[in-house]
């Protein structure tokens, strides 16, 4: 699989501050996927970010909000803009790989936001 | 719109003996992907096993296995032997042929108990 790393890891922000939050690809990927995980819930889909062209947001994403970037096959970032404590998340990428486009996960990014 | 449902919000097993884990899920389409994920305490999600809707045989990956019933839309995962290391989030993931997105259920919390 591909190995897949985030950063940072996690962070305390302040409300109404911006963080932007790394993905790293050990291989070059043309799918990569942004997810956000709330204290206890399962994982919804923010974004597809494919390289070259605009990111596609799921419903209840915006891209002012959580803009994207996908500069190159192997990197992305998302920032979380204007930051609220319903924000505070945990929030995922991950890459689809393999003869059967498996996604697999970043170790993720807890952000908790005072 | 599909959907996908864990209805055992925790399940707990003794050390070496067997557990399943139930999940259903609704679609229309005939070409779809059906998947199990693990999310221990690290966050990290682990892709657990892959069923692809058009083989009628179970998928098998060492002790984890699947009962796919693909006319009554069941995909449970059976955890044989169970170690202390399988204590995790588990989480069933549908996802269409020809569309990438993942869609989760909201998980099952496996306790293992020495």
């Known amino acids: 699989s591909a190995v897949i790393s985030q950063k940072p890891s996690r962070d305390i922000c302040q409300r109404g501050t911006s963080l932007t939050i790394q993905c790293q690809v050990d291989?070059?990927?043309?799918?990569m996927f942004w997810y956000r995980q709330q204290p206890g819930q399962s994982l919804t889909l923010i974004a597809t970010a494919n390289q070259g062209s605009e990111a596609t947001y799921e419903s209840g994403f915006v891209i002012d909000k959580f803009p994207i970037s996908r500069p190159n096959l192997t990197f992305s970032t998302l920032t979380v803009s204007n930051m609220s404590p319903e924000d505070s998340s945990i929030y995922l990428c991950s890459v689809e790989w393999g003869a059967y486009n498996e996604q697999f996960f970043g170790p993720g990014t807890r952000l908790t936001v005072l | 719109a599909q959907t996908v449902t864990q209805s055992q919000p925790e399940m707990s097993v003794q050390e070496a003996e067997t557990v399943t884990l139930s999940c259903t899920y609704d679609?229309?389409?005939?070409?779809?992907?059906l998947f199990w994920y693990k999310q221990p305490p690290s966050r990290q999600m682990i892709l657990v096993i892959r069923?692809?809707?058009?083989?009628?045989q179970n998928a098998t990956e060492n002790r984890f296995s699947v009962n796919f019933q693909k006319a009554a839309k069941s995909f449970s995962l059976k955890i044989s032997d169970s170690q202390l290391g399988d204590a995790a989030m588990y989480f069933c993931?549908?996802?269409?042929?020809?569309?990438?997105?993942?869609?989760f259920g909201k998980g099952t919390l496996l306790t293992v108990n020495p």
């Open positions: 069923q692809e809707a058009y083989k009628q």
């Open positions: 291989s070059q990927v043309t799918m």
């Open positions: 993931a549908y996802r269409r042929g020809s569309n990438y997105k993942l869609t």
């Open positions: 679609t229309s389409e005939s070409d779809y992907y």
